[in-house]
């Protein structure tokens, strides 16, 4: 379980034989989760100033793996003390998103990303969505994807400054919203009986 709050950002040295090799401050231990770009690997192998992780043939197909090089967005898994300053994530990608449009405001710059139809339902105004490992506010629902605004202090600890108009970027939705669907079958218009009953689970 993560908070999406970015605590390094790493190099990559290599990504090769479905392995991939980071330069980082941050020393785990084997067998660590570690979210790389918002998804969750394990730790495989340390050595002085770093460590890998692998990726499975289920990770591989599900993320953006054209952005594992040069610098990724990382961070170690959250104890149960920890302070929850972003919201619950789980680093378990859903989809992948494309970055439509950004816009520069006074204090923020907003990201436009277009998503699969299958993610809508999952997407609420004001609600969260972690991309590339980031924990973010749904601005606005669109009808093929969303409106966030990222503030400075978030460009200054993340990779967003860099990001540019048709990258593709992991994914992952809310999740008391995932399970919340998955509970409700995606009905539209869910009776107050089925309404009570999935309110009673949480």
């Known amino acids: 379980m993560f908070n999406g709050l970015i605590r390094e950002i790493a190099e990559v040295i290599s990504y090769q034989d479905n392995k991939l090799t980071l330069k980082a401050k941050h020393v785990p231990n084997l067998g660590d989760s570690i979210a790389v770009n918002g998804a969750c690997l394990s730790v495989v192998d340390i050595f002085s100033g ?15 793996v054209e952005n594992l090089k040069g610098e990724v967005h990382i961070e170690p898994a959250m104890r149960l003390s920890d302070r929850v300053d972003g919201h619950l994530v ?3 990608i859903d ?4 970055i439509d449009k950004i816009t520069k405001h006074e204090n923020g710059v907003d990201f436009y990303i277009n998503l699969p139809n299958s993610m809508m339902p999952l997407m609420a105004n004001k609600g969260s969505i972690c991309v590339e490992g980031v924990s973010l506010t749904i601005n606005e629902t669109l009808k093929n994807g969303v409106r966030l ?11 967003f400054g860099k990001f540019k108009v048709g990258r593709r970027v992991n994914i992952e939705s809310d999740l008391l919203a995932r399970y919340i669907a998955h509970q409700l079958n995606f009905k539209s218009k869910p009776s107050w009986d089925e ?3 999935i309110a009673s689970l949480y």
């Open 195 to 197: 309404i009570d009953h």
């Open 149 to 159: 605004t990222v503030i400075p202090i978030t460009f200054q600890d993340s990779l």
């Open 90 to 92: 789980q680093g378990h």
């Open 95 to 98: 989809a992948i998103g494309t």
């Open 50 to 64: 770093g460590f890998s992780v692998e990726l499975s043939a289920e990770t591989r197909s599900h993320i953006a």
